[in-house]
Each structure stands twice: as structure tokens, then as C-alpha cells.
């Protein structure tokens, strides 16, 4: 499922839904990737309010990293400082 990250300063990836080792690179802003699923783990409090992750399909990711829900737009206008769509639910869960 096609996502598009809505934060201005991208959002970090991590190897687990932990937060504690991080991903090879950022998903920038505006940088459509693809999610191949979502995770619910609500320990980190930056994931907050939904507490999803998606886990990366798209390279330099492929399937083995995680970014934050609520970084991307998930149906919002880019740019929408009103964007408030914590999670996509079209994202089908791991």
C-alpha cells in the first residue's frame, strides 16, 4: 500500500517496532514508499495516538524496517498542518 510521509523532517526507520536500532536511511518528505503492513505497539510515546508502525517494503528498506504511522499522511493533503490521520486503515495489519 502506497504511503506518502507528511512529516517536514522525514521520519526515522528502526529494524524493530522498539525504536531502538536505527534504519539504513530516512523517509523523506513527500517520498511516496510502500507499506506492506502495520504493527500496533504503543511503548514508544512518539507513536502516539494509534501507536502503528509500517513496516518499509520499498528499498533501501525491503521488509526489515519500521517508521511511525503518524509521520505520513495517511489520506491528509501533504503539507496539511491539520492532518491528523494517525494511521492508514487500507494498510493491512502484519
Known amino acids: 500500500m502506497p504511503v506518502t510521509q507528511g512529516n517536514r523532517n522525514g521520519a526515522n526507520t528502526f529494524l524493530d517496532t522498539q525504536g531502538l536500532a536505527m ?3 530516512k523517509v523523506l518528505f513527500g517520498q511516496v514508499v510502500l507499506a506492506s ?3 500496533l ?3 514508544m510515546p512518539s507513536a502516539s ?4 508502525w ?3 517494503a520499498s528499498p533501501p528498506w525491503h521488509n526489515r524496517y519500521y517508521a511511525v504511522s503518524n509521520t505520513f499522511t495517511n489520506g491528509d ?5 491539520s492532518g491528523s490521520t494517525p494511521v492508514d486503515p487500507a494498510v493491512p495489519d502484519c
Open 23 to 25: 534504519g539504513p536511511d
Open 77 to 81: 493533503d501533504l503539507g496539511d498542518p
Open 54 to 56: 509500517y513496516r518499509i
Open 49 to 52: 495516538p494509534a501507536g502503528y
Open 41 to 43: 505497539n504503543t511503548s
Open 37 to 39: 503492513c502495520k504493527v
